[in-house]
């Protein structure tokens, strides 16, 4: 990105239609206002695409329209001559308005340039700049945009300490014992105090991405606690102001429920050990109040309610089906969207929100059309394309079109350095399907083959994955050990079974294709063809038991989600029955006794699912994906809980 001094001048052109009115710009008299109007609205302006702002909401548009035309106005002049005034709470809340309208209209370089200028002196421009570099960070994982995210977050809690209410001793003291009694404070306090923590709930996790020794932990664990503490002070507070009538800014409501919510959904998550932990020092993980506290902030009048939304959108059609746990129906996520995409029609993200959701109710096809448009409507962020050609990439698995997924694995392995040795992995065991199971006759590109037709050398793929292994936040990638083993047994001469249905099992992919039973049953038949060649050679393979148990795991799991669950059922105790014999792929039999827990509570078996759901917890130890696996028992566990109550 060039925007250099041309961008600085556009971007105070931006900030400044935040705050129009002369009072907040005391150095600026009439004159020059006038002129500044007068160039912005009749110069040598360009506004956005008329295709870029189409369906746009009226007022969302007009403010677009407004910064864009300031932007290519004043591309050229001085910056020196532009006043930087203090910024009051009405325009700092408008501008991250502003800011949130831009990034939702995909004008991402905009953005940036709009709120630059202003981040050295005002807390809502900065807070707002710090939280697009953390998408970008934790999107990239570039340790240089790891940095800069956590430089321009660590100048936000700066700049609101400056603007929070400072407190003598035994005030500090008093609020330490009793808590904060906010009466007293200010907007622009009150402001100040929720941008504080939710600067240093980022900062926080940029910490653990930056450096992976323990005294980095240490930092990233101590700000988590103080904010979570904020978090709570403030909630307590707005209780309070509800009990007495008290009207409280919209702005501060829906940030302090969507700290608490979050904070509450996101522990609920964790493993029932971890959680009595946390909850020992303090913590609170109600999935429900985590979910209702995100509803209400999605209805307030806020600029972070559209966050809210993405938010709960991303738990119940991605988090949710990655971690095996109920989530709310796609109706309800529809409705979710459905305010934002009139808002926002063209915004990225929830034309990708509206891709997931046609593949959870099984239109594949339909879903590909979406994630297509969502890459066609931006190219800046490079991570919003990595995120679409990882969901196309499974939308050809799921259609068996295994070439085409290849290549788009090859496009992950290029492009994104998310896990490298992942992608090279994918992409050479979709062209060992495709080579099984059949080409795809329709996809022109990298990895494609067709009858006759040398395929690249898998071999070779397969020996440069070990060497990609990485770390990150100091641990190394679960499916990364789990596919360089995998290699390990290729390059020994072994016969994978079914190993582009076995990463889509990994990811817990089945549930999406549950609602389509055509594709399932074109892959069930796949998987048959799979186990009959693994009998085949049940008395010449050393590993026959090993593959045996993960096809017929695969197996009962397409059979679960086409309701055969007595079929299901008798795959997933033949793998149980068969675990003295396994050598390597033991995960094998965790997954088979937590998918017989599963399998239990959906058919009502609800004290046989609790005793499987335990038993295998405490059985099985060691095994590769083993954290996906408890989290999976953890939300069987938390389910026959609910239902119980």
């Known amino acids: 990105m060039e925007f250099g001094m041309h961008s600085v001048a556009a971007s105070h052109l931006g900030s400044l239609a935040c705050s129009l009115p002369s009072k907040h710009f005391p150095n600026w008299n009439t004159s020059m206002l006038t002129m500044t109007l007068l160039l912005a609205l009749h110069g040598n302006s360009q506004a956005p695409a008329p295709g870029l702002l189409a369906g746009t909401d009226p007022d ?170 904020s978090y709570k002070s403030l909630y307590a507070w707005l209780e309070t102001c509800e009990q007495n009538g008290t009207e409280v800014e919209p702005n501060f409501d829906c940030g302090v429920r969507m700290g608490v919510g979050s904070f509450n959904l996101f522990i609920s998550l964790l493993p029932g050990r971890i959680l009595r ?164 006759q329709s996809h022109a590109s990298i990895g494609e083959a067709s009858p006759g037709v040398n395929l690249p050398d898998v071999t070779e793929m397969m020996r440069g994955v070990a060497p990609l292994k990485q770390r990150i936040a100091g641990k190394s990638l679960p499916v990364e050990k789990f596919v360089i083993a995998k290699t390990e047994r290729h390059f020994q001469g072994e016969r994978l079974p079914l190993p582009g249905m076995e990463m889509l099992y990994a990811w817990n992919m089945f549930s999406l294709l549950a609602s389509n039973e055509t594709l399932l049953r074109t892959m069930l038949q796949q998987a048959a063809e799979e186990l009959a060649v693994v009998e085949e050679s049940k008395d010449s393979n050393p590993s026959y038991v090993d593959n045996w148990v993960v096809a017929t795991l695969i197996n009962g799991v397409m059979l679960k989600e086409l309701h055969k669950y007595e079929e299901a059922k008798q795959c997933f105790l033949g793998v149980l029955s068969r675990k003295h014999e396994v050598q390597r792929d033991r995960y094998a039999l965790a997954a088979a006794g937590m998918e017989l827990g599963m399998l239990c509570i959906e058919t009502g078996e609800r004290d046989e699912a609790k005793r499987v759901l335990e038993h295998t917890k405490t059985a099985f130890k060691g095994y590769h994906l083993e954290s996906r696996v408890h989290f999976r028992i953890h939300a069987g566990q938390c389910k026959l809980k609910a239902e119980a109550e």
Request: aromatic share 12%.
């Open 60 to 229: 969302v548009k007009d403010s677009l329209r407004t910064h864009t035309s300031s932007f290519h106005s004043y591309k050229d002049s001085p910056v020196s001559s532009l006043p930087r005034a203090p910024v009051d709470v009405a325009s700092g809340l408008e501008a991250i308005q502003t800011a949130i309208d831009m990034m939702n209209a995909n004008q991402f370089a905009e953005t940036e340039a709009m709120l630059q200028p202003w981040a050295d002196t005002s807390m809502y421009h900065c807070a707002a700049l710090g939280t697009v570099f953390f998408l970008q960070a934790v999107l990239s994982l570039e340790q240089d945009d790891v940095a800069k995210a956590i430089s321009t977050l660590n100048k936000a809690v700066h700049l609101c300490n400056s603007q929070r209410k400072h407190k003598g001793i035994i005030e500090s003291i008093t609020s330490w014992v009793f808590g904060s009694k906010l009466d007293s404070y200010s907007q622009a306090e009150l402001q100040a105090e929720i941008m504080h923590a939710e600067a240093n709930m980022l900062l926080s996790m940029l910490t653990f991405l930056q450096d992976e020794n323990l005294l980095s932990f240490i930092k990233g664990g101590l700000r988590i606690r103080s904010c979570h503490s």
């Open 277 to 440: 932990l946390l909850e020992f020092i303090g913590f609170s993980g109600d999935r429900t109040r985590g979910l209702t506290e995100l509803m209400r902030a999605t209805q307030c009048n806020s600029f972070r309610a559209p966050l809210c939304s993405s938010f709960l959108l991303f738990f119940h059609a991605c988090i949710t089906k990655l971690l095996g746990i109920d989530g709310e129906s796609v109706e309800h996520c529809e409705d979710l969207l459905r305010p934002q995409i009139e808002r926002y029609p063209n915004s990225v993200q929830f034309l990708f929100f509206k891709g997931r959701l046609q593949l959870m109710r099984g239109n594949v096809d339909e879903a590909m059309v979406w994630y297509n448009r969502t890459l066609e409507m931006q190219d800046y962020w490079e991570q919003v394309y990595h995120l679409c050609w990882w969901e196309l990439m499974w939308c050809h698995c799921f259609k068996s079109e295994w070439e085409a997924a290849a290549s788009y694995a090859d496009k992950l392995y290029n492009h994104s350095k998310w896990s490298k040795a992942t992608f090279l992995y994918q992409k050479a065991i979709f062209l060992l399907m495709g080579q099984r199971y059949g080409h795809s």
